[in-house]
């Protein structure tokens, strides 16, 4: 079992950042990879940026250049650097982790956290 808790969310007008951040408990050496996704009202969940425990990362086209993606696999954390946040970036964002279960792998997900971007 991971169990994930995210911070970092909030409110932030156009063209501000954020940084979210995710801690993971439990059985840590399982996670290969560790990311954040993103569900806007209406939508469907859609993958943001994920980082995997080789250090290769992987980031959706619309935040390319705008957000980074950290993980330190010492401290169990992942972070989500936002830079240069639109409206359209308005969402939830879950942190996930991708672990070995054992004989398969399993999906985690944290709680949540609001990101709003409004003036």
């Known amino acids: 079992q991971v169990q994930l808790v995210e911070s970092g969310g909030g409110l932030v007008q156009p063209g501000g950042s954020l940084r979210l951040s995710c801690a993971a408990a439990?059985?840590?050496?399982?996670?290969?990879?560790m990311g954040w996704y993103r569900q806007a009202p209406g939508k469907q969940r859609e993958l943001v940026a994920t980082?995997?425990?080789?250090?290769?990362?992987n980031y959706a086209d619309s935040v390319k250049g705008r957000f980074t993606i950290s993980r330190d696999n010492s401290k169990n954390t992942v972070s989500l650097q936002m830079n240069s946040l639109k409206p359209e970036d308005t969402a939830v964002y879950y942190c996930?982790?991708?672990?070995?279960?054992?004989?398969?792998?399993?999906?985690?997900w944290g709680q949540g956290t609001q990101v709003t971007i409004s003036s």
């Open positions: 439990g059985s840590i050496s399982s996670i290969y990879k």
């Open positions: 996930h982790a991708h672990a070995w279960g054992g004989r398969t792998f399993l999906d985690y």
């Open positions: 980082s995997t425990s080789g250090g290769n990362t």
